[in-house]
Structure formats: C-alpha cells, structure tokens
C-alpha cells in the first residue's frame, strides 16, 4: 500500500502548465507522474545528443548525452537511466550515482519506498546494482532479475558455468543458476527464470529447468522433491514460509505448494497466482476451459469467463474482493467478483481499490481519450492522458492525476461528487 | 554460434544428433514413442493415419521430391513411411540407427510447408505427423545440433541468437541515433505504456540486419504511429522450440511475448516480416498456452504495410522501377491468407510484378522454412539440392524481365539467398520493407 498521509488531499485543483515545453525544447517525450501528483515530467532534447528531464517546468542542472525510462519511485525521486561520454548510470532528481557502467537497463523499483536497482553490465561482465552498489560477483550472463517487496535486496538468473553457444551438450549440464545479493546457489541448472524473493528478503525462488524435461521449482538452491512437464513463477506467502507455484501434469495445470498440490482441480491454464495481504487467500487467472479465462479463487473459477484474456488480477486491501480485467474481442471489462461492469473500454487499467474494498475505479481509455472511471460510473474528466486513480486513506477522496489540452491537472474528488 | 564451431559437418555428423543417441537405449525409445503417441497426439495423427490410402497424390506438391527427380523417399508419404508409420508398425521398437534417420528426415528433408495438405483428397496434414516425429526427437535428445542451440538461445535469453539484456535497447538506441541523423526527431518509443502497437522483430533483425529497424522505425515515424518497443524480454517474436518440439518452451517464448505486450498495454502488435513466427503466435504457441486466438490482434508487416499505403499514411513518392517477383512465404499466405494484400503493396511500391508460378497458396517453399535452415550448414546443400525446383521458378520469372525478388520473410529470404547464388539465378534480393523505405515519401 502507498502511505498517502502526508499528501495534500485538501487543495481541491492543482495545474501545471506544460504548453510552452514543446518551444522550448527539441523535442518532449512522454510525461510520467508522481504519485502524490504534485509533479509532473518528461524527457527533453536539448540539442544534439543533449537530453535532460522537466519537471514542473524546471530541468535538471545539467544535461546527459542520452536519457530514457524516466519513472518516479513511490517516495516522489525521479529516476532515469542516463548516459555521459559512453558510460551509463541512473540519475535521481538530476544527481547521477557515483559509479559508472558498461550499460544499465531493466530497471525495478520497490513497491512503498524510495529504492532502485538495475541491471549492469560492466566489461562485458553482468550483475546488478542496487541504489548506486553493485554486486561484488559478476558473471558472464544475467538474464532474469528481482527486487524483493522492502527493495533492499536483488536477485538474478546468473551464468555460473562458461558455455559458448553451440556447446549444447554442456549447456544441458547446467550452467545457469541464482544469485541472491550476488551470491549463486550451489546448484546449476539448465535454466532459471522468473526469481522471487520473500518478504523478509531473505529467501529466494525461481523456475528452474533441471533437463530439458524436468522442471520444478527452486527454493534457496533446494528444488522441491517433484518434476513437472512445466511450470510458472513461483510466490511467497506473505507472512509463512511457503511458495506456491503453478504445475503442469498430464497435460493440465494445478496449483502447487512446496511440491504438494494445492489446487488439484485441473486448468488448461493457471497463472498470476497471488495471496491475498493476509495470506489466507489465493487468487489465479485460470483457463477453465480452452479459450475461456476468468478468475479462480481458492481453486474455484468465477462462473463467468472471457474468451480472449484475463489480467491484472488483484486482491482489496481487506482480501475480501478481487477485480481484475477481460477482454473479449477488442473490448475491455472491469471484473469485480467476477461481475463485468456494465461499461467497456478500448483499453482499462488495473482496478484500484479503496482501502476498505467499498470503492473500485480504474484508469480507462475509450475513442482516443483517457478517463477514470468509479464504481461503473465514468468520471467527467475526459483528458489527453491519466494516471492511475488513487483513493485517500480514509477512502472518501480519490484522486485523479491527469493531462488535458497541455496542462496537467492533479485534482481531489470526494468520492461522492466524482460522477458529477 | 562462433566461427569455429560453424566448420561445415559431414551430413550425418551432427553432433546433435550422433552425441544424444550414442545413450539411447531400446527401452527409452519405446518409452518415449509410447508416451508421445498415447499422451499428446489423440485422435488427429489416428485418423490421418487409418485414412491414408498411400495413392501419392501428395508427392506431386513437394519441393523435395520434384527436385530430386521424382524419388519417392522425399514424398510426403514416403517421409512419414520412413518414420511414423515405422514407429506404429513396430509400436515403437525402433533402433537408435532409425531415430537417427528420422531425426535427419524430419527436421531437414519437410519444412512443414503443409503444400502437400493441399493435394491429398483427405487433406491430411503431413507437417503435423513430421512435427510428431520431431516432438519424439526433442524427447529422445537427439534434435540436430543448429536448432538445438537455437532453442536454448531462446530458453536463456527469450530470443533466438543469444542477445544479451543489455544489447537489445543498445541497438534499438544505436539505430535510433542513427535514424536521427535522417529526420532528427525520430524516436524508437521504448516501454511506452499505452502505445497503440508494440512493434516486436526476430532476433536476427538487431544481430545482423540492424536496418531492418531503422527502416521500420523511419516507416513508423512518416506514418505518425503511436508504437512502442519493450527494451526488455518479450521483444523477440520468433519461436524455433515450435520447430524443435519443445512444446513448453514455445509457450514460455509466446507467454513472454504477449504478456509483454499485455503490460505495455497496445492494442495490437505489429511484427516484422518474419512468416515462421507468425505462425507461432496466431496459431501454434497461443493455442498451446490456451488462447484460442491471439489474445492480443497480431498484424503481420505485410498486412501493416497494406495498412499505411491504402490509408495514405505512407504514400509513394517514386515506385521502384526494377521488376520485381514475389515470393509467397508459406506460413503468411497458404497459412495466412496475406497474398493479396502483398501484391496491393507490392503494386503500390513497385512499377511491376511478374508473377512467379505457381505462386500464392500453391507456392513453392523456400526449403529453409520450418527449422530447416536453422539445422545450420551441415544441412545447407540439402536444402539447397533440395529445391531445384525452386531455382527453376526464379529463372522462369527472370527471363519474363524479373529482376529482383521480394521475400516477405527472415527464412525465405536467407534460403532463397542460397538458391540464387548456387544456381547462379541471378536475382537481387529484398524485403518489402527494403523497397517501401526507398521509395515512400519522407519529411
Ligand atoms: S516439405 Fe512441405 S510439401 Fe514436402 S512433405 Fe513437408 S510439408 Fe509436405
Ligand atoms: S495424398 Fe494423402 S492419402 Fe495419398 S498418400 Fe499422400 S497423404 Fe496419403
């Protein structure tokens, strides 16, 4: 959850003009936005191979030879990955980290703070940097990365074992494994992918491929006892020291925990499996049938399902509620409980949930323009771009992020005149 | 794969192939044959099997077989009695020397091109029962070196010629600068959240053909399209595990892609002119990950291209004057349906098109398609005597006044590349997007 307590949820209308950016730069990249919506930003050409970032109309000290994936962390630092006579590192609020490298990219942000890491590549060497340190450990590829929940810990799928391509026969030895804060498990194997790591940051979990037929789930170097024919990313309970991951049996899908199903209802697909905030309950997109997608929780599947996709699953707050969205054909639903709105979109966003589950809206685009809408009810605040609503933490206010005719508006509605 | 590693092997020396059945025994071949047979094949491969009546209409269709002067061993059926029917009659009790053979038959004398499903009276799809036969080689270990790599390539870095993380948004910004020098405000939008299309490539396009993109970026650029490239994984829509049979790794390949998209938000994903990762995303990897259509629309480069010409988002500012021939990729016209709307772009682009024939749904395969150029150069020559036929439909369009050969697709174009250097038929070779970045209107 994002603490919001301290933000301005008082000042009714906030506006940033941004008209004049576009005479005063080569060019204007897309805006991002903080949180609190206090700030509004984007990259900037400043000539040739000259880049620097705006914000509220203001740029950074200086300029960078090259700038890209420009984002906010939740603590309101902008972040950016930035070049300088050939070296690559990330700046936050214009202030480059101390150290240099190769190149950086893939960048992950913690989830409530201020944190940041990247993946680096330094002499064609490759680990990751958290905050400015990098690993001590390098290795000769890195291929799947994680930030834990808190951010102060990373992982990665590293290369333990040179293999030169083509060397096929050593490559199904094992030559790949992962790295926690740079130190490799033990074990090899044929593949790693989809790392995570727990809670306390002190465990990690990947898919690991142990030939090219058996794959099981890795749990700090131990993989559970049994193979499957496939299987998906693994999840830590929140609070116990469990993971979950989907298997594939006999052609189907079930859930399993530490190597024991869990779900023995088989799926033609099971995947997004995710606990609830207080761990007692999971939720997964399923395909209960082929070409049909919907939402199973503890095992059992919503009655309706949707024939091209379902995303962005996620618990409320409270755990009681699940919303997540669906397509079918080119339209998009919001599905709460397994109820479509009424309401459909060309593209929707995932649900945000008031704190106390009451209240859902989500960030929604129809004919070219962007909106929020709450509850079914679409917002009056049809705009050139939006960002995700996000309510008070009292959940009366919600507030509403959004670019229209080049000004950028940071507005706080009560919930009850939103529709108005 | 590195230079020394590339040396040509002798034709039944690949290491794939000799080193993973040098530890098969009789019991694990029957064991996978059985489970492959009972498990995952049902009734498809059943029927087609009782329904054939071995008539050999189908060998009339096959590049193979009319190139090597009519030789039943490289019809369609003959291919399937020298390895399917085989592992039924004998119900599986075949030798490491037979898997050895179906291995070299399967995946480098079909290219699951499906022409021959066009001439059989019962439609039987003879690519289906070869891709069988290739799902038992992946389970046996004993899939040919080339393409085995390959598919690790695409299990380690989810592309298919080892791209590392951190060369892939490299390039796209090395090839973006470059572009900038042409129209200085050109962008490569990376990770834009909420772009109308995610435009993804194969991973030869940043290796080795880099203005493939800058071309596609100019195009994207002229027309004012909203798109967006990821910089992470996902960026690769390629798939030669849907070749090599590794069912599951096709899936993880096509999940990463469309999820990839999904995040970004697009609406659509608009992919280079690649013919065998079209068929990996709208029908083979999705289906077997449960979608039943793309979950997200997918739009060929050709289709794109029909797109932006018709609409007038790219207009023609001089048509290429040299005649040129169409080439129909397998996997985008007979399963795809894009030939006529190849030929409006070509028409728009170009002063003239001189068929080939035969030519849309009923033309020849490339003979590198289906994996089989991905077997690498242990295999070149058998693709390359393999379609003589082929040769003998480019000079055709030649000496009609053809003067350049246009090739919608990665595979087609590097097989045909072959063709015509080995029998000296003399054409020069191009995308579409080679020609429509020459000849549109730019700022
Ligand atoms: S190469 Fe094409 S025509 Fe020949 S057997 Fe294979 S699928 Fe049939
Ligand atoms: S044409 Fe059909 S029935 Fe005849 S041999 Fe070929 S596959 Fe069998």
Redesign the pocket.
């Known amino acids: 959850m994002i603490d919001g307590k301290a933000w301005d949820w008082e000042t009714g209308q906030k506006k940033i003009p941004m008209s004049d950016w576009r005479g005063r730069f080569g060019w204007v990249e897309e805006p991002y936005v903080s949180l609190d919506g206090e700030k509004v930003a984007a990259i900037v050409n400043t000539g040739e191979e000259a880049f620097n970032v705006c914000v509220n109309g203001d740029t950074w000290e200086r300029d960078f030879d090259k700038i890209w994936h420009l984002r906010f962390l939740p603590d309101g630092c902008l972040t950016a990955l930035v070049s300088d006579l050939g070296e690559w590192t990330v700046a936050v609020d214009g202030s480059p980290w101390q150290n240099m490298f190769g190149y950086v990219w893939n960048p992950l942000y913690s989830r409530n703070n201020g944190h940041m890491a990247v993946a680096v590549q330094q002499d064609m060497r490759y680990c990751m940097a958290l905050d400015g340190k990098a690993w001590n450990e390098t290795y000769a590829n890195i291929t799947y990365f994680a930030l834990s929940g808190c951010g102060t810990k990373t992982a990665g799928a590293v290369q333990v074992v040179d293999a030169d391509s083509g060397e096929i026969h050593k490559f199904k030895q094992g030559t790949f494994s992962a790295a926690l804060q740079g130190k490799a498990w033990d074990t090899t194997f044929v593949n790693v992918w989809n790392l995570t790591i727990s809670p306390d940051g002190e465990h990690l979990a990947a898919e690991v491929r142990q030939s090219l037929y058996d794959y099981t789930i890795a749990v700090d170097g131990q993989t559970w006892d049994r193979v499957y024919t496939c299987v998906w990313e693994p999840v830590f309970h929140p609070t116990k020291h469990h993971v979950v991951a989907p298997v594939r049996k006999g052609g189907y899908w079930m859930l399993a925990q530490d190597g024991e199903i869990l779900w023995d209802r088989p799926f033609v697909q099971l995947w997004h499996q995710m606990f609830s905030p207080d761990g007692d309950r999971i939720a997964a997109v399923v395909a209960p049938g082929y070409g049909r997608w919907t939402v199973a929780i503890d095992g059992l599947p919503w009655k309706q399902s949707f024939k091209d996709m379902v995303t962005d699953a996620v618990f409320s707050p409270n755990g009681k509620r699940v919303g997540a969205l669906a397509k079918e054909d080119r339209s998009w639903y919001v599905v709460l409980d397994g109820v479509p709105w009424s309401n459909t979109f060309d593209m929707a966003w995932q649900p945000v949930f008031s704190p106390d589950g009451e209240h859902v809206a989500a960030k929604i685009e129809k004919n070219g323009k962007f909106a929020v809408a709450l509850d079914d009810h679409l917002g009056p605040h049809i705009c050139d771009a939006a960002w995700d609503p996000i309510f008070s933490p009292e959940g009366d206010k919600i507030l509403l992020r959004f670019i229209e005719d080049n000004t950028y508006y940071r507005r706080v509605v009560p919930v009850g005149e939103f529709a108005r | 794969m590195t230079e020394a590693a590339k040396k040509e092997t002798p034709k039944g020396l690949d290491q794939g192939i000799e080193v993973g059945a040098s530890s098969l025994t009789g019991e694990k071949i029957e064991g996978v044959i059985k489970s492959v047979l009972d498990n995952e094949t049902g009734a498809r491969l059943k029927t087609y099997v009782d329904?054939?009546?071995?008539?050999?209409?189908?060998?009339e269709a096959c590049h193979y077989y009319l190139s090597h002067d009519n030789d039943p061993r490289y019809s369609?059926?003959g291919k399937?009695k020298q390895t399917m029917w085989e592992m039924l009659r004998k119900k599986g009790k075949v030798s490491p020397e037979f898997i050895k053979k179906a291995a070299v038959i399967s995946h480098t004398e079909c290219n699951l091109c499906k022409r021959?499903a066009m001439?059989?009276?019962?439609g039987?799809d003879?690519a289906y029962i070869m891709s069988v036969v290739r799902r038992i080689i992946h389970r046996l270990g004993v899939t040919p070196l080339y393409i085995q790599d390959t598919a690790h390539s695409h299990a380690v870095t989810m592309n298919q010629m080892w791209v590392k993380g951190d060369e892939w948004p490299d390039t796209l910004q090395w090839q973006e600068e470059e572009a900038q020098d042409e129209i200085p405000c050109l962008r490569i939008p990376l990770d834009k959240e909420g772009a109308d299309i995610m435009y993804s490539v194969i991973a030869p396009e940043p290796k080795f053909q880099a203005q493939l993109i800058y071309q596609a970026a100019v195009i994207m650029d002229v027309a004012g399209v909203n798109w967006t490239m990821p910089s992470g994984i996902g960026w690769d829509n390629s798939d030669m595990a849907m070749f090599t049979g590794d069912n599951e790794l096709m899936g993880r390949i096509k999940r990463t892609h469309y999820e990839t998209a999904s995040r970004l938000k697009v609406k659509r994903i608009v992919m280079g002119e690649c013919g065998h990762a079209f068929r990996s995303v709208y029908d083979m990897g999705n289906r077997w990950l449960g979608w039943r259509e793309p979950p997200i629309p997918i739009v060929h480069a050709i289709d794109f291209y029909y797109e932006l010409i018709k609409s007038g988002k790219i207009k023609i500012a001089k048509k290429y004057d040299q005649p040129v021939t169409l080439h129909d990729p397998c996997n985008v016209v007979r399963g795809g349906g894009l030939h006529e709307k190849a030929r409006y772009v070509i028409r728009a682009i170009c002063e003239e098109l001189i068929e080939m024939h035969p030519n849309r749904e009923h033309n020849y395969c490339c003979a590198a398609g289906g994996g089989v150029i991905n077997c690498g150069p242990p295999y070149k020559m058998t693709r390359v005597h393999g379609n003589k036929i082929k040769a003998e439909q480019l000079f055709a369009a030649k000496a009609k006044g053809a003067k350049t050969l246009v090739t919608p697709c990665h595979n087609c174009h590097s097989g045909l590349e072959d063709i015509v250097h080995h029998y000296e038929v003399g054409l020069g070779l191009k995308f579409i997007s080679d020609i429509l970045y020459e000849v549109m209107e730019k700022p």
């Open positions: 329904t054939c009546i071995h008539c050999g209409l189908c060998s369609p059926v399937v021959c001439y059989c009276p019962f039987i003879i």
